[in-house]
């Protein structure tokens, strides 16, 4: 052998048991739908299917509601901060034990490599029902007044790009204010939700307090339209999530939307290249680029543009693509055969509008969906690369002149989640930051969540905080 | 080769030894001594150890060792670290209970009660660790070009003279709040009733506590108190076991000495909720300016 | 960053005066430890198994200076030590040969004598090593000795003390003084990075020692906590990377000290294989500075070749 080749390094499937086809989660069982058809879930890496599922419709929809308003009503709104705490605690420690087979399932499921699932997905979603266990006993601390008060019912829509992860995002703190909650998954990623349902009996959750539901778009509409909610969660689209605004509308229902983003990822000419160009690959190719705040936008100071382009190219051409279960995978599978013909799409049209497309050599599997690395240079504003979400491993770089010049670039969009500045200036990143019209904004790093943070958009990227003492607000009447 | 039927003879306990724990292991006390204990009814339990002037020393030197690295963790690790504690606790609880029965006085089933409050108090301020910089921090609106933050920040190295009554909730309530901002403790227990203590020693060396975060002295306060308030390297004490007036004085005149922060003795009911007092008692609060341009 | 680009007229000009040098050192792109650290992390969990396995350590074998540096070292001593680098597992002639052996000045015309047409190297410390606190005539004359005797290859150490306190010609003129008393002799500069703290001065001397006329760069004496780590052996990996962009010479990297398992050693491997590229893959280009690593890589080839794990009384101590 003349050259370093990694051998083959899969993490052994034989860790997780998926069953050939699975209910619904309702009062703390799993039961058959009533009136939806069952839909399969497959290996994006493979198309393998690995389950069943069923679909709920909105007779079961109903039903998880009013189980989730039993819960509320007789258990968990009674029940003691500090009682709900301990069972947040279970949970979170569940996750831990159980955490390289979730870790499995996740990878499985979504596509994602399995080195982002085990070291970035799962801890964090151990590490947010920590950080809110914490909080169900001192919600009186968390700035909303001296006797905050739960909502009640919360319907929880989340996305396929972090199937667990957005699952922690909308449960933990909702449980930890005293809701109950429904929650339906992505109908392309269900089965680390059906997992988690698994962890809630293994924690001796009362029965109600966490409602699955799987199912589509139709399913996550009869929840949110459902009358008996009180507060709706959305993750997932900005089409989506408009319509979701629309259909509460009229109603007593508190909403938070976490939508869309067209992030700029803003490099000067003093920024410390090498962990500049890791933060840039980061940032687009991350969980395959399926990430709402992915940035996508690469800003380049003119100054270094040609350094900055050639180190990432290189860098790029290190990027191993293939199956999410190796250990050594960077960037795994499109989750689904749709969401590669609309990266295909969008390319596409960057390329017949004139920007120049480049990937570096890569083989791709011949089953599956794959899209490879790709960055799109000689892209402008008026660029449709440069507008829309691609949610893929696409990266569009335009350039700028003067910090100014890159605040007007960066915020001329719809879209507000976040943004990322590269430079070894202090007092420009804090300059730059205000400027910013964007929820989050990370300064010479990217892609970074934490239990503890605050996060979401401005403008079209939707409206709320998940995270943090913030995250919390959402969850309670005040 | 079984010589007797030993279902007719009552099992000989094995009986255990209290010590004090410094740094991570369970030396006894360098002057030799020991005191003894009695149950609430002046029947003996045990020998403890009777913790000295140098041992106190001894576990200072042990705290601040283990400070930088206790500081340096993240919260959300400092917070795991205490909730695994209240988890071994929970396997102890039988011993818990007979320890704070016999000492307190209490019946059984009220000991029970005691240590329940006791783990419940260790979950309670777990949850701390990642949101009290969120609940007592702030960034400050100042007038100018600056960004302007503040950040709670542990103290170092606390004292503390726990309560004589509340053995084991008591103490549990005077060291949790200390230890989960980053602060490391020297706590000396409580004089007449030290078993839980030193139970609880044995509870923080198996539950990810570094060794010296927490430091346990079993003895007199009022003997050890004076070398610990007089301390340059110890930067706050807690008098909450020192019932005497004159002498929480003396205690509070000796600490001024290197400017200590100084938790006076008051009444205390334990079982009640905490507040943020305890927390805040033993934090700095640093203010940052940066200036924020092109 | 501007400056990394600029190509040999230009990387030549900033030697030509003392601010020359130290706007153009200055003047190097940041380092984020933050980064940095994060960087190496990830590369430290790349997955190396089965046949990638058995290339990584057969070539860290080979990578190997066999070293002993200390003040009890006698001949026999050394003799031992020549003997594990010329057959490091007698129960596998299999096993490769090691890079070099890595000795004090005093004990190099041993090491040459036990290695003589063995195709293995003779390095030897010299310039006050470790501190590197004496005259420069005096680590002149070390240096010589070092060469006079045998030595193949000579690991100096820098003037911290200089150049932490911003003396860069100094640094610079010391280490072209020492290359040119080294003669046809490979010449690696340790910088020792345990005391240079930051990494940003960790690239900047990176820079000076490869401008100055060093054949490799090397992390440590292995008298310093902390000795080699990854993030540091990354950032001077990026450094020989970008002197290469600029001029088309390679560098060689040699990180030393601390490195004692296999484990630890692959993941060096891969962060050269991902950083500075599989050209640096080579004995020629990386060194590892270690002792009780060689062990066990001999461990870790045995158990890939067997099955099952073998105890340390099965390999012989140098």
């Known amino acids: 052998m003349s050259r370093f080749e990694y051998a083959p390094a899969p993490e052994s499937?034989?860790?997780?048991?998926?069953?050939?086809?699975?209910?619904?989660?309702?009062?703390?069982?799993?039961?058959?739908?009533?009136?939806?058809?069952?839909?399969?879930?497959?290996?994006?890496?493979?198309?393998?299917?690995?389950?069943?599922?069923?679909?709920?419709?909105?007779?079961?929809?109903?039903?998880?509601?009013?189980?989730?308003?039993?819960?509320?009503?007789?258990?968990?709104?009674?029940?003691?901060g500090k009682d709900r705490a301990k069972y947040l605690f279970r949970i979170a420690r569940l996750i831990q034990e159980r955490?390289?087979?979730?870790?499995?399932?996740?990878?499985?499921?979504?596509?994602?490599?399995?080195?982002?699932?085990?070291?970035?997905?799962?801890?964090?979603?151990?590490?947010?029902?920590?950080y809110y266990a914490g909080w169900a006993d001192k919600l009186e601390y968390a700035g909303v007044g001296d006797d905050p008060q739960p909502w009640g019912v919360a319907g929880q829509v989340?996305?396929?790009?972090?199937?667990?992860?957005?699952?922690?995002?909308?449960?933990?703190?909702?449980?930890?204010?005293?809701?109950?909650?429904?929650?339906?998954?992505?109908?392309?990623?269900?089965?680390?939700?059906?997992?988690?349902?698994?962890?809630?009996?293994?924690?001796?959750?009362?029965?109600?307090?966490?409602?699955?539901?799987?199912?589509?778009?139709?399913?996550?509409?009869?929840?949110?339209?459902?009358?008996?909610?009180?507060?709706?969660?959305?993750?997932?689209?900005?089409?989506?999530?408009?319509?979701t605004a629309k259909s509460v509308a009229g109603t007593r229902k508190a909403v938070t939307l976490e939508l869309g983003g067209?992030?700029?990822?803003?490099?000067?000419?003093?920024?410390?290249?090498?962990?500049?160009?890791?933060?840039?690959?980061?940032?687009?190719?991350?969980?395959?680029?399926?990430?709402?705040?992915?940035?996508?936008?690469?800003?380049?100071?003119?100054?270094?543009?040609?350094?900055?382009?050639?180190?990432?190219?290189?860098?790029?051409?290190?990027?191993?693509?293939?199956?999410?279960?190796?250990?050594?995978?960077?960037?795994?599978?499109?989750?689904?055969?749709?969401?590669?013909?609309?990266?295909?799409?969008?390319?596409?049209?960057?390329?017949?509008?004139?920007?120049?497309?480049?990937?570096?050599?890569?083989?791709?599997?011949a089953n599956g969906y794959w899209f490879p690395p790709t960055v799109f240079t000689g892209v402008s504003q008026a660029h449709r690369i440069a507008r829309e979400e691609i949610f893929g491993p696409v990266l569009s770089v335009l350039t700028?002149?003067?910090?100014?010049?890159?605040?007007?670039?960066?915020?001329?969009?719809?879209?507000?989640?976040?943004?990322?500045?590269?430079?070894?200036?202090?007092?420009?990143?804090?300059?730059?930051?205000?400027?910013?019209?964007?929820?989050?904004?990370?300064?010479?790093?990217?892609?970074?969540?934490?239990?503890?943070?605050?996060?979401?958009?401005?403008?079209?990227?939707?409206?709320?905080?998940?995270g943090g003492r913030h995250g919390l607000e959402a969850y309670l009447a005040h | 080769m079984p010589t007797k039927d030993t279902a007719t003879t009552p099992r000989l306990e094995v009986r255990k030894t209290y010590k004090l724990y410094i740094g991570g292991a369970f030396p006894r006390s360098e002057s030799g001594r020991s005191y003894v204990v009695n149950n609430a009814k002046g029947k003996f339990l045990a020998n403890a150890s009777q913790a000295s002037r140098k041992d106190a020393r001894d576990a200072v030197v042990a705290a601040r060792k283990a400070f930088g690295g206790w500081h340096a963790r993240t919260a959300y690790n400092r917070g795991q670290v205490l909730y695994r504690i209240a988890e071994v606790m929970e396997g102890r609880h039988q011993q818990f209970s007979a320890e704070v029965a016999a000492g307190e006085g209490l019946?059984?089933?009220?000991?029970?009660?005691?240590?329940?409050?006791?783990?419940?108090?260790?979950?309670?301020?777990?949850?701390?660790?990642?949101?009290?910089?969120?609940?007592?921090?702030?960034?400050?609106?100042?007038?100018?070009?600056?960004?302007?933050?503040?950040?709670?920040?542990?103290?170092?190295?606390?004292?503390?003279?726990?309560?004589?009554?509340?053995?084991?909730?008591?103490?549990?309530?005077?060291?949790?709040?200390?230890?989960?901002?980053?602060?490391?403790?020297?706590?000396?227990?409580?004089?007449?009733?030290?078993?839980?203590?030193?139970?609880?020693?044995?509870?923080?060396?198996?539950?990810?506590?570094?060794?010296?975060?927490?430091?346990?002295l079993t003895g007199s306060a009022s003997e050890i108190g004076p070398w610990l308030a007089s301390h340059d390297d110890v930067n706050a004490i807690d008098l909450c076991g020192i019932t005497s007036d004159d002498e929480a004085r003396d205690l509070e005149i000796a600490a001024a000495g290197n400017l200590k922060r100084v938790r006076r003795p008051a009444e205390e009911d334990w079982s009640a909720d905490q507040g943020l007092s305890r927390l805040t008692q033993y934090l700095e609060l640093k203010t940052v300016w940066h200036p924020i341009g092109v | 960053m501007t400056t990394l680009d600029s190509g040999v007229d230009s990387l030549a000009d900033v030697t030509s005066s003392e601010d020359r040098l130290r706007r153009f050192l200055l003047g190097l792109p940041g380092v984020d430890q933050v980064g940095a650290e994060a960087r190496a992390a990830t590369l430290g969990t790349r997955s190396i198994k089965t046949s990638a396995k058995q290339y990584a350590l057969d070539l860290a074998i080979q990578m190997i200076d066999l070293t002993t540096l200390e003040g009890q070292d006698t001949p026999g001593k050394v003799r031992a030590l020549c003997a594990k680098a010329k057959r490091p597992d007698p129960a596998d002639p299999t096993a490769p040969q090691v890079a070099a052996v890595c000795v004090y000045p005093d004990l190099v015309a041993t090491a040459k004598r036990e290695l003589q047409g063995t195709g293995i190297n003779v390095a030897s410390v010299a310039t006050a090593f470790p501190s590197g606190r004496s005259s420069l005539a005096i680590?002149?004359?070390?240096?010589?000795?070092?060469?006079?005797?045998?030595?193949?290859?000579?690991?100096?150490?820098?003037?911290?003390?200089?150049?932490?306190?911003?003396?860069?010609?100094?640094?610079?003129?010391?280490?072209?003084?020492?290359?040119?008393?080294?003669?046809?002799?490979?010449?690696k500069v340790i910088l020792e990075t345990g005391e240079l703290v930051t990494y940003d001065n960790v690239r900047r001397a990176s820079w000076l020692a490869?401008?100055?006329?060093?054949?490799?760069?090397?992390?440590?004496?292995?008298?310093?906590?902390?000795?080699?780590?990854?993030?540091?052996?990354?950032?001077?990996?990026?450094?020989?990377?970008?002197y290469h962009e600029a001029t088309g010479l390679h560098i060689g990297v040699k990180p030393a000290g601390g490195i004692r398992t296999a484990k630890d050693a692959i993941k060096y491997l891969v962060t050269v294989n991902e950083t500075a590229g599989p050209d640096w893959l080579d004995p020629e280009l990386f060194r590892f500075g270690a002792s009780s690593l060689l062990n066990d890589l001999l461990m870790q080839r045995t158990k890939l070749a067997t099955g099952h794990y073998p105890g340390p009384d099965y390999f012989t101590l140098d």
């Open chain 2, 107 to 216: 019946s059984i089933s009220k000991a029970r009660a005691v240590v329940d409050a006791s783990i419940d108090r260790w979950v309670w301020y777990a949850g701390w660790a990642d949101k009290l910089a969120q609940v007592v921090g702030s960034s400050n609106p100042v007038a100018g070009p600056y960004f302007d933050f503040s950040l709670p920040e542990a103290t170092g190295v606390v004292a503390v003279l726990a309560p004589q009554d509340s053995s084991l909730l008591g103490l549990t309530s005077v060291i949790a709040p200390a230890i989960v901002s980053g602060n490391t403790v020297v706590a000396v227990s409580s004089y007449e009733r030290p078993l839980p203590a030193v139970t609880l020693g044995e509870v923080m060396a198996t539950s990810d506590v570094p060794g010296g975060v927490v430091n346990l």
């Open chain 3, 210 to 242: 490869m401008l100055a006329g060093a054949d490799f760069i090397k992390t440590s004496t292995g008298k310093v906590s902390p000795a080699a780590t990854l993030p540091v052996t990354l950032v001077m990996l990026e450094a020989v990377r970008d």
């Open chain 1, 158 to 243: 989340i996305p396929w790009n972090f199937p667990m992860l957005m699952l922690a995002w909308k449960i933990a703190p909702a449980l930890a204010a005293g809701n109950t909650v429904v929650l339906k998954p992505a109908e392309t990623t269900p089965l680390t939700a059906l997992a988690f349902a698994e962890i809630c009996q293994q924690a001796d959750l009362p029965p109600g307090v966490v409602n699955i539901v799987t199912g589509a778009g139709r399913t996550g509409q009869a929840l949110v339209e459902h009358p008996d909610v009180d507060k709706v969660a959305f993750t997932g689209s900005t089409d989506v999530g408009r319509a």
């Open chain 1, 99 to 130: 955490s390289r087979e979730l870790a499995v399932l996740e990878s499985l499921d979504n596509g994602k490599p399995i080195r982002e699932s085990r070291d970035v997905d799962i801890p964090l979603v151990a590490a947010h029902f920590f």
């Open chain 1, 262 to 365: 067209k992030a700029a990822n803003i490099v000067f000419e003093d920024a410390p290249i090498d962990q500049t160009i890791e933060g840039i690959v980061n940032g687009i190719f991350f969980n395959q680029g399926h990430v709402c705040c992915a940035g996508s936008r690469l800003l380049v100071q003119e100054s270094v543009y040609d350094e900055v382009l050639a180190r990432l190219k290189r860098r790029m051409g290190t990027l191993r693509v293939g199956d999410p279960l190796d250990k050594n995978t960077d960037i795994g599978a499109i989750n689904s055969a749709a969401q590669l013909a609309k990266i295909r799409e969008l390319s596409q049209i960057g390329e017949d509008e004139g920007a120049e497309r480049w990937s570096p050599e890569c083989e791709l599997p």
């Open chain 1, 400 to 466: 700028f002149r003067t910090p100014a010049e890159a605040v007007e670039k960066a915020n001329n969009t719809p879209f507000g989640l976040s943004a990322g500045i590269w430079t070894e200036k202090g007092s420009r990143i804090l300059w730059m930051a205000n400027q910013l019209r964007a929820g989050v904004v990370w300064a010479n790093t990217f892609n970074r969540f934490d239990p503890t943070s605050p996060f979401g958009g401005y403008k079209e990227s939707g409206y709320g905080r998940e």
């Open chain 1, 13 to 80: 499937r034989a860790i997780v048991d998926i069953k050939s086809s699975y209910g619904l989660f309702v009062n703390g069982q799993f039961v058959e739908a009533t009136d939806g058809k069952p839909f399969k879930t497959v290996s994006p890496a493979s198309e393998e299917v690995l389950a069943e599922v069923s679909e709920a419709g909105p007779a079961d929809v109903d039903k998880a509601v009013r189980a989730a308003r039993k819960a509320f009503d007789k258990v968990w709104g009674p029940m003691s």
């Open chain 3, 139 to 187: 680590k002149i004359q070390d240096t010589k000795d070092a060469v006079a005797s045998g030595a193949d290859e000579v690991d100096m150490v820098i003037d911290r003390g200089a150049f932490l306190s911003g003396r860069y010609a100094m640094v610079f003129d010391e280490i072209a003084a020492i290359r040119e008393a080294a003669g046809d002799a490979h010449l």
